[in-house]
C-alpha cells in the first residue's frame, strides 16, 4: 500500500533562510508526487507535482523538490522563505493519474522575522 | 475562470442528523473526488466519481455515500452523523487529459 511520511510536525525557520521539507513515500513502482500547501481555513493549492523526467522539479512561488529513488525520498526546497510561506505542507503520491493521491500528515511552517 | 466551488463553507449539525455537501467542479473538469481532513491531519481520500459512477472508494463506512450530476457537479452524503465526522471536507477536480487535482476551500463540518 501506498503511505507517505513527513517526519516533521513543525519547522521554524527565520525570514530569507533556506528551507527543506523532508517527505519520504512508500510505493513499489514509480509513484506519481506531490507537494500542495493549505493556509489557515483554506483548500490545499498544489505547489509541483512530479510524473517523470528531470528529478528536479519547479514549481511556484520558487518551490522545487527532487526526487530520489533511492531514498524513496522527495524533500521540497527553498532558498530564501518569505513571511508568507508561513502554512501548512502536505506531500502526497498516488499510482497514476487517474488514482486517489495519498496524504501524509502535514509539516506546519512557521516563519521568524 | 472559476475554480472548484464547495457549498455551504460551514456547518453545525447535531449528533445522528444528516448531512449533504455540494461541489461544482472547475470548468473542463469531469472527475470529482472527497477528501476529508481532520483537525492536525492529512486528507484522506473518501471516494470518487466520474460518469456519475463511483469509480474508486477510501476506507470510509457506507455512512459516506455520494453522486455525481450529468453536469459533473457532486454531492456528498453522510448519515448519522457522529462527532468523529466533524472536520473540513475538501472537493477535488480534475480532467482526463493531465494529472493535477483543484481543490476546493472546503465544507467546515461540525457535529455537536
Known amino acids: 500500500a501506498q503511505s507517505v511520511t513527513q517526519p516533521d510536525i513543525h519547522i521554524t525557520v527565520s525570514e530569507g533562510a533556506s528551507l527543506e521539507l523532508r517527505c519520504n513515500y512508500s510505493?513499489?513502482?514509480?509513484?506519481?508526487l506531490f507537494w500542495y500547501v493549505q493556509s489557515p481555513g483554506q483548500g490545499l493549492q498544489l505547489l509541483l507535482k512530479?510524473?517523470?523526467?528531470?528529478?528536479l522539479v519547479q514549481g511556484i512561488k520558487g518551490f522545487e523538490a527532487e526526487f530520489k529513488r533511492s531514498q524513496s525520498s522527495f524533500n521540497l526546497r527553498k532558498p530564501s522563505v518569505h513571511w508568507s510561506d508561513a502554512a501548512e505542507y502536505f506531500c502526497a503520491v498516488a499510482s497514476n493519474r487517474d488514482d486517489k493521491i495519498i496524504f501524509g500528515k502535514g509539516t506546519r511552517l512557521h516563519i521568524l522575522p | 475562470d472559476a475554480g472548484v466551488t464547495q457549498s455551504p463553507t460551514h456547518l453545525i449539525k447535531t449528533r445522528g442528523q444528516q448531512v449533504t455537501l455540494r461541489c461544482s467542479p472547475k470548468s473542463g473538469h469531469d472527475t470529482v473526488s472527497w477528501y476529508q481532513q481532520a483537525l492536525g491531519q492529512g486528507p484522506q481520500f473518501i471516494f470518487q466519481?466520474?460518469?456519475?459512477?463511483?469509480?474508486q472508494r477510501g476506507n470510509f463506512p457506507d455512512r459516506f455515500s455520494g453522486h455525481q450530476f450529468p453536469n459533473y457537479s457532486s454531492e456528498l452524503n453522510v448519515n448519522a452523523l457522529l462527532l468523529g465526522d466533524s472536520a473540513l471536507y475538501l472537493c477535488?477536480?480534475?480532467?482526463?487529459f493531465g494529472y493535477g487535482y483543484t481543490f476546493g476551500s472546503g465544507t467546515r463540518l461540525t457535529v455537536v
Open positions: 510505493y513499489g513502482a514509480t509513484p506519481y
Open positions: 512530479y510524473f517523470s523526467g528531470d528529478t
Open positions: 466519481y466520474y460518469e456519475e459512477e463511483e469509480r
Open positions: 477535488a477536480s480534475s480532467d482526463r
